[in-house]
């Protein structure tokens, strides 16, 4: 069994060249496969609210979610490096709410470090929850959190100005004392300039290949989540297929009556004949 990694062993691995790998998962099943595939981190997504709960975006989803959500894929996947997501409003209003709410994660989820979205926006936060000495993810480009800013799920970067807005979101969450940082959909260009001017491990996700690693959304990796598939995303495999058809194939199974078959049934431990008598005398106790 592989030994859990620890942020310094991201850093090894930066400075190694070795790739990173990430997924989103949500629930101790699916963490059990990614920790069983050798995945190096999980990420306990604010996408849970489309990919688990059917909302149209990330905002309705609270603490109590992710540290429910957080908890399970801990079981799933002890010995996996797990970030969990910081949730629209829980470090928003301030400081404090952010120091307490990142300390929730740490004690009640025993996850290993916190993500939250935003760059000169959250610097305070970022330094205070870095401070309390909890590692800390930014999350800067296209941040879902703030998608009805953007005016939507928008690509960011693809001008000068707003590329001069991403990299200093990028440089300021580095400023501030987070670990590492998510570039999320933003031309390759900008990604490789954050890349090569940050020290700190630089993922991306719809942000080109010079990275340390990369980060997919469960539900794109595993052909899961059929409402939006971003540009970006990759399909590994076709479970909403397999899981459609093999729904489909057990309704027939019952409706035509070839489930459930023999191995599936219990057998009687005892003489046939007396519960032969046992349901003759109910049945003529009931017709009294
Ligand atoms: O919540 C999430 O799934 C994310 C990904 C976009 C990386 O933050």
């Known amino acids: ?18 790739k990173i790998v990430w997924v989103t998962a949500y629930d101790c099943c699916f963490a059990s496969y990614a920790e069983k595939a050798g995945m190096d981190m999980i ?18 989803v609270t603490m109590d979610m992710c540290i429910n959500h957080c908890q399970a894929v801990r079981r799933g996947a002890p010995n996996t490096y797990i970030i969990g997501d910081m949730p629209f409003g829980s470090y928003h209003e301030s400081v404090t709410d952010a ?33 309390a000495g909890i590692v800390v993810f930014g999350h800067v480009g296209l941040t879902p959190q703030s998608s009805a800013a953007m005016g939507g799920f928008k690509a960011q970067g693809r001008t000068t100005e707003s590329a001069r807005a991403v990299i200093k979101d990028a440089i300021a969450v580095y400023e501030a004392g987070a670990r590492a940082v998510l570039l999320e959909g933003v031309p390759e260009e900008v990604c490789s300039f954050v890349h090569k001017i940050l020290p700190i491990p630089v993922f991306g996700i719809g942000a080109g290949s010079d990275t340390d690693g990369q980060v997919l959304v469960i539900g794109d990796v595993l052909g899961m989540y059929e409402e939006f598939i971003p540009k970006f995303a990759k399909k590994y495999a076709d479970i909403a297929g397999i899981a459609t058809q093999g729904f489909a194939q057990f309704i027939k199974e019952v409706k035509e009556g070839t489930f459930p078959a023999p191995e599936h049934k219990y057998k009687i431990s005892e003489n046939p004949e007396e519960f032969e008598t046992l349901f003759f005398e109910i049945e003529s106790a009931l017709n009294k």
């Open 99 to 131: 120091v307490h709410n990142a300390v929730r994660f740490i004690k009640e989820a025993d996850v290993d470090c916190i993500k939250l979205e935003g760059g000169v926006a959250v610097a305070d936060k970022i330094k205070a929850i870095s401070q």
């Open 1 to 18: 069994m592989a030994k859990k990694k620890t942020i310094l062993d991201l850093y090894k691995m930066k400075e190694s060249g070795e």
């Open 43 to 60: 990420l306990v997504g604010d996408s849970m609210g489309m990919i688990v709960y059917g909302y149209q975006g990330t905002t309705p």
